[in-house]
């Protein structure tokens, strides 16, 4: 399901190797890619470590890309994985009195 013939011939580029025209495929997804990290994670950092994922992962299974869904379906599943990756790998924050809900204290949560 590529959507033109210019990014079918990039496509088949990139897929042997040619990492300018990877670059142009997926220049245009970056930014929505990283927004969509950010969404998921809630953290500007671990959202640029899941977009780095995201473009390692999709230069490296390249090949793999048979063009039966869009690339930027591809793409974005590729990023979802790479968020809950992290996701589950992070360690939960714990968040200082000052940032819980409006009028309880570490006291009141305490003394319940």
């Given at each position: 399901?590529?959507?033109?013939?210019?990014?079918?011939?990039?496509?088949?580029?990139?897929?042997?190797?040619?990492?300018?025209?990877?670059?142009?495929?997926?220049a245009?997804?970056?930014?929505?890619?990283?927004?969509?990290?950010?969404?998921?994670?809630?953290?500007?950092q671990?959202?640029?470590?899941?977009?780095?994922?995201?473009?390692?992962?999709?230069?490296?299974?390249?090949?793999?890309?048979?063009?039966?869904?869009?690339?930027?379906?591809?793409?974005?599943?590729?990023?979802?994985?790479?968020?809950?990756?992290?996701?589950?790998?992070?360690?939960?924050?714990?968040?200082?009195?000052?940032?819980?809900?409006?009028?309880r204290?570490?006291?009141?949560?305490?003394?319940?």
């Amino acid at each position: 399901m590529v959507s033109s013939s210019a990014e079918a011939d990039q496509i088949t580029a990139a897929q042997h190797g040619d990492s300018a025209a990877f670059e142009r495929l997926v220049a245009a997804h970056q930014a929505r890619l990283h927004a969509y990290c950010y969404r998921m994670l809630g953290s500007v950092q671990d959202a640029d470590d899941a977009l780095q994922e995201t473009l390692l992962a999709a230069w490296r299974g390249l090949g793999g890309f048979e063009g039966r869904s869009s690339l930027r379906s591809w793409l974005y599943r590729i990023a979802t994985h790479a968020c809950l990756r992290l996701a589950a790998g992070r360690r939960r924050r714990i968040l200082s009195p000052e940032q819980g809900p409006p009028g309880r204290t570490c006291t009141t949560w305490a003394s319940r």
